[in-house]
Nanobody, 118 residues
Framework: VQLQASGGGLVQAGGSARLSCTVS????????LGWYRQAPGKQRDMVAL???????TYADSAKGRFSIAKDNAKNTVTLQMSDLKPEDQAVYYC?????????????WGPGTQVTVSS
C-alpha cells in the first residue's frame, strides 16, 4: 500500500487547510485510515482516525477544529483543518492500517508540512 499526501503549506493562524491522501488500493479493504503529525523534536502523535464503518476518533487538540473523511470511490482520506494555531505546525502523515497476509500492517505516507504563521 502506498500513500501520497497533498495540501498543507503556509497558513495564517486562525485559517484553514485541507490535507488529502490518495491510497494506492481500495480503501474498502483498509481497516483504519488516519492522520498523524510530528513537530520538530517531538514524537509522532495521532490527530484523527477513521475506520471502515466511518467511525472517527480525534485527538483532544483536534476536536471541534479538524474533520476527517474518506471517499471510497476515490480512495482518498482528507483532513479538513480550521482555526489553525501555531501549535498545529508540524509534518502531517497519512496512515493506513490493514490486515494483510495474516498480520496487521501499518503504512505511512511521506508527510506534508503544515506551517502556521502567527
Amino acid at each position: 500500500v502506498q500513500l501520497q499526501a497533498s495540501g498543507g503549506g503556509l497558513v495564517q493562524a486562525g485559517g484553514s487547510a485541507r490535507l488529502s491522501c490518495t491510497v494506492s488500493r481500495s480503501i474498502n479493504l483498509i481497516t483504519i485510515l488516519g492522520w498523524y503529525r510530528q513537530a520538530p523534536g517531538k514524537q509522532r502523535d495521532m490527530v484523527a482516525l477513521i475506520n471502515t464503518g466511518g467511525g472517527t476518533t480525534y485527538a483532544d487538540s483536534a476536536k471541534g477544529r479538524f474533520s476527517i473523511a474518506k471517499d471510497n470511490a476515490k480512495n482518498t482520506v482528507t483532513l479538513q483543518m480550521s482555526d489553525l494555531k501555531p501549535e498545529d505546525q508540524a509534518v502531517y502523515y497519512c496512515m493506513a492500517r490493514s490486515y494483510d497476509f495474516g498480520e496487521w500492517k501499518t503504512y505511512w505516507g511521506p508527510g506534508t508540512q503544515v506551517t502556521v504563521s502567527s
